[in-house]
């Protein structure tokens, strides 16, 4: 019987959050080179760093020595604006790991974070979200609520954290319009060569995992989504995507779309700064983020 052997982790997708982290996960897990945890953000570098790097290592790393993975790490995007993070995984994990960071137009991936926890009804985030998003970014953006939408999508700033522990040449920048788009083919074959994996053998489709909605019913999302027998019920459902689909269209409804003058006010306001030094540094202009 062969014995467990520990697999240090040599990539991390630290985000961002409602920016494809979940398309990504779906699409690599599945990669017979890669592998990723069951369970989608350990918030370990984060939230529970206290308990250690072995206990991490152990719990989710702790692997078969049968298998011979090219690929090993994690997705969590509340990696991303963390200040945290950077320097505690180059400490405990090493400086010659990767890093992938997918960016989605700042305002609409605040809009669908900021929609995402309105639906939760735990006490954490019901006290977290106000009931207009521009009051949301205002507020925050004066230390008056404890969110990151805004901080989130500061990608540039958020970039410069993780490259002066790893350098660039350890970091993938990924447009998440590119990535869900036209562009999405050429984007998984650039990350399998990122990682220095093969290839897939057959073309990959992304789609757009886990897109934000508002509860229809709120008493009745709760309970779907609260309820440990419906966890058990919602894990099965991941085999059944069709099925899975048609009762998220049951509970829950697409938010309201902001104008193309509310997303260009509030890119002027919080995000339009670090947008200019994030094209600077990639090299060209970020065109699908214009509306």
């Known amino acids: 019987m062969a014995k467990n052997r520990i697999f ?7 985000g961002a959050q409602k920016a494809g982290t979940t398309t990504f996960y779906e699409i690599f897990s599945k990669h017979k080179e890669v592998f990723i945890p069951q369970k989608k953000e350990l918030r370990f570098f984060s939230y529970h760093y206290k308990k250690g790097i072995d206990w991490y290592l152990k719990k989710y790393f702790n692997l078969s020595s ?3 993975y090219k690929a090993v790490g994690e997705v ?3 990696y991303i604006s963390n200040s945290l993070v950077p320097a505690r995984i180059r400490q405990d994990i090493g400086e010659n ?3 992938i960071m997918i960016m989605r137009q700042p305002v609409k ?6 929609n995402m ?7 954490e985030f019901k006290n977290w979200t106000i009931e207009s998003f521009e009051n949301q970014l205002n507020k925050e953006n004066r230390g008056e609520v404890n969110s990151n939408f805004i901080a989130q999508g500061l990608y540039y700033q958020n970039y410069q954290a993780y490259k002066k522990e790893f350098g660039a040449e350890n970091i993938k920048l990924i447009v998440f319009e590119d990535f869900i788009g036209n562009k999405r083919l050429e984007i ?3 990350i399998c060569e990122f990682l220095g994996i093969l290839k897939f053998e057959k073309q990959v489709v992304p789609v757009h995992a886990n897109k934000a909605s508002l509860p229809k019913h709120k008493w009745l999302n709760f309970l779907y989504n609260s309820n440990p027998l419906m966890q058990r019920i919602r894990n099965i459902l991941k085999s059944f995507p069709k099925l ?7 509970l829950t409804t697409a938010p309201r779309k902001l104008s193309n003058a509310e997303i260009n006010n509030i890119t002027q306001l919080y995000f339009q700064d670090d947008i200019n030094l994030l094209e600077k540094e990639l090299g060209y202009k970020i065109a699908k983020w214009k509306v």
């Open 97 to 99: 790991v990767k890093i």
């Open 117 to 123: 926890f309105k639906k939760f009804n735990s006490p």
């Open 109 to 114: 991936r605040a809009y669908s974070a900021y």
């Open 66 to 68: 049968i298998h011979s």
């Open 76 to 78: 969590d995007p509340g």
């Open 188 to 190: 998984v074959d650039e």
């Open 244 to 250: 899975q689909g048609m009762i998220k269209n049951l």
């Open 8 to 14: 240090l982790p040599n990539f991390f997708v630290v």
